[in-house]
């Protein structure tokens, strides 16, 4: 059974004042390209969907399993997210980065295996073992990207993942979503619409309200 | 994987931290080793004391300076990830409980590194016997935990506030000062030579209700 991500009636107020309200749409596989201006909510929005912050009203359903039910800790790892506000340990390098998440986590964190998930997103052998502090705009976006995809996620969500990177990088995001959206959902956020590539959906977001 | 291994590793990723930053080991034990020297000179006058009127005061001198020192550290167990910005990525991917029994595990450890540190120092500086080196043992051990315990959790409870600093001692001082109470109590007796029986019973009470509290709340202090 394909993952299902889907919102039912998500409204976020912020002191009285709405961001977006009645937003609604279901997914399970492709590409939701969620665009809109600045301020207009595409993080917030994100950060619902991901379990990282709550809706004012309306709810978020994930489903992994046939029965429909999916435990919150299953959710945690289903859901894979990167956002602008993401930030790793400065002091421990990226491979300690990865190991501490998978294994707190309570999954294998192979050495091999997670060099392999870095050099996956275009980091190479030498930044595999410096501290996150000493690494680059783009190389932060890079490991943020990895942070992302580090459980297998059913469903994957990015907001402004091409932010800071070189012509590389991109094309590294886009094997990243293309081979996601394959599996799964696939919710990115941009303010450039090249990052949406032959989307499937589209969510809409501006100060009139939301558009599915 | 059981939730107390996942909180050793997150307990081993804090000690990592802290050992390669030295933000919070520094200010500790500082702080400690200052105070127990500057308390040593203060104290020239009442090492006259008789030894029976003694313990009381040396008893207070000693959680007084292992709570303020405390105080400059351990509540950084949650702040430290909300000023770096690392708190997302911890709580996309562990739950609040297995956090909050991490970091309060290195807190107890901190604490106990500095108790290691400041209590050598008040044996050799201020001429202190401990009576009864277990009973001072058992309540560094029983009072160090219930510190570290209430003082992570109020950790995550205002990291996210604005006057975080400010908010952390008004909240604490009320919830600590049971704890504080009870270890003074047993560290006098321990001092005096007996063992603190009853004092123990209620740090240990102290704790698992400290506990209790704290894992069931956790999600709701330290996710949004």
């Known amino acids: ?52 912050a709550r809706p004012t009203a309306g709810r978020v359903r994930v489903e992994t399993d046939p029965s429909g039910s999916t435990s919150p800790s299953a959710r945690r790892l289903a859901v894979g997210w990167a956002g602008p506000d993401l930030q790793l340990y400065g002091a421990l ?31 190479a052998e030498g930044a595999v073992h410096r ?31 091409m932010v800071g990177l070189d012509v590389e990088g991109r094309e590294t995001v886009d094997r990243v979503v293309a081979a996601a959206r394959e599996r799964g959902p696939v919710l990115l956020a941009s303010n450039d619409e090249r990052d949406f590539v032959r989307p499937d959906q589209r969510l809409d977001l501006s100060p009139a309200g939301a558009r599915a | 994987m059981s939730a107390l291994a996942a909180a050793w590793v997150v307990c081993a990723k804090d000690a990592t931290e802290e050992l390669r930053r030295k933000v919070a080991i520094v200010a500790v034990f500082f702080f400690a080793a200052t105070a127990v020297t500057l308390v040593s000179f203060a ?24 709570f303020f020192a405390a105080a400059t550290g351990l509540p950084r167990a949650f702040v430290a990830e909300e000023e770096a910005g690392t708190g997302l990525a911890l709580r996309k991917t562990i739950p609040a409980a297995v956090v909050l029994a991490g970091k309060t595990l290195f807190n107890f450890l901190l604490f106990l590194a500095m108790a290691v540190i400041t209590i050598p120092g008040f044996l050799i500086l201020l001429d202190w016997k401990a009576g009864s080196p277990a009973g001072v043992a058992a309540t560094m051990l029983a009072g160090g935990y219930g510190l570290a315990v209430v003082s992570t959790f ?31 109590a047993a560290t006098i007796e ?14 240990v009470a102290y704790d698992g209700a400290a506990t209790c509290g704290a894992y069931m709340l956790a999600s709701v202090a330290w996710e949004d």
């Open chain 1, 1 to 52: 059974m394909p993952t299902t991500i889907a919102a039912e009636n998500l409204s976020k107020a912020f002191s009285g004042a709405p961001l977006f309200s009645g937003l609604s749409f279901s997914a399970s596989r492709g590409l939701v390209a969620v665009a809109g201006k600045n301020g207009s909510g595409k993080t917030t929005l994100l950060k619902i969907l991901a379990g990282l």
């Open chain 1, 93 to 123: 390098t990226a491979l300690e980065n990865l190991a501490f998440f998978r294994r707190a986590a309570g999954r294998p964190a192979r050495g091999e295996e997670l060099v392999a998930r870095l050099r996956d997103v275009g980091l």
């Open chain 1, 131 to 161: 501290r996150v502090e000493e690494f680059s705009t783009g190389m932060k976006q890079r490991l943020r990207v990895a942070f992302a995809v580090l459980f297998d996620p059913a469903v994957l969500i990015l907001d402004e993942p």
């Open chain 2, 43 to 66: 104290m020239v006058g009442a090492l006259a004391l008789p030894p029976a009127d003694r313990p009381p005061l040396e008893a207070a001198l000693l959680w007084i300076i292992l």
């Open chain 2, 154 to 184: 109020l950790s995550a409870l205002v990291a996210r506030a604005g006057q975080r600093n400010v908010l952390f001692v008004l909240i604490a001082f009320p919830l600590l000062l049971p704890l504080l109470q009870a270890a003074i």
């Open chain 2, 190 to 203: 321990a001092t005096a030579g007996g063992f603190p029986a009853t004092a123990l019973r209620v740090l």
